[in-house]
């Protein structure tokens, strides 16, 4: 089923009260560079996570830097290579719950529509 990417909840990256959404430009910079990120977020969050503290060491600011980064990346890796599977929406059908990465790409690159699948509430719960 497709859907249009307008009527899907796009959520910012972020800690507490700080945006960690990666930019346009930063976004443009990793295509350009062809530094992709491989690892999935729901699936390599704890090493992510692990990978962001240690480095940055209780510095808000890099944290989030590492956070950016890791978007920016992960949302290139989908705009060059594309995706297969369909954008997760919970049973709302406007709220992701897997695809983040992928919607964002499909809004850089201007698609108006994408696959999606909608969980029912038992899938949920």
Same mark, same amino acid.
């Given at each position: 089923?497709?859907?249009?990417?307008? @009527?899907?909840?796009?959520?910012?990256?972020?800690?507490?009260?700080?945006?960690?959404?990666?930019?346009?430009?930063?976004?443009? @910079?990793?295509?350009?560079?062809? @530094? !992709?990120?491989?690892?999935? !977020? /729901?699936?390599?969050?704890?090493?992510? /996570?692990?990978?962001? /503290?240690?480095?940055? /060491?209780?510095?808000? %600011?890099? !944290?989030?830097?590492?956070?950016?980064?890791?978007?920016?990346?992960? =949302?290139?890796?989908?705009? &060059?290579?594309?995706?297969?599977?369909? =954008?997760?929406?919970?049973?709302?059908?406007?709220? =992701? @719950? %897997?695809?983040?990465?992928?919607?964002?790409?499909?809004?850089?690159?201007?698609?108006?529509? &994408?696959? =999606?699948?909608?969980?029912?509430?038992?899938?949920?719960?």
């Amino acid at each position: 089923m497709k859907k249009r990417v307008s @009527e899907i909840c796009n959520v910012l990256y972020g800690e507490g009260n700080v945006s960690c959404e990666p930019s346009n430009a930063e976004i443009a @910079e990793a295509v350009r560079n062809k @530094e !992709f990120e491989l690892r999935g !977020f /729901q699936h390599d969050l704890g090493t992510l /996570q692990t990978e962001w /503290q240690r480095a940055a /060491q209780n510095n808000s %600011d890099e !944290f989030c830097r590492l956070v950016r980064m890791y978007h920016a990346r992960r =949302i290139a890796f989908f705009i &060059v290579n594309g995706w297969s599977e369909p =954008i997760v929406l919970r049973g709302d059908g406007c709220t =992701i @719950e %897997d695809g983040l990465h992928r919607l964002k790409a499909a809004l850089y690159k201007g698609i108006p529509e &994408v696959e =999606i699948t909608v969980l029912s509430s038992a899938t949920i719960a």
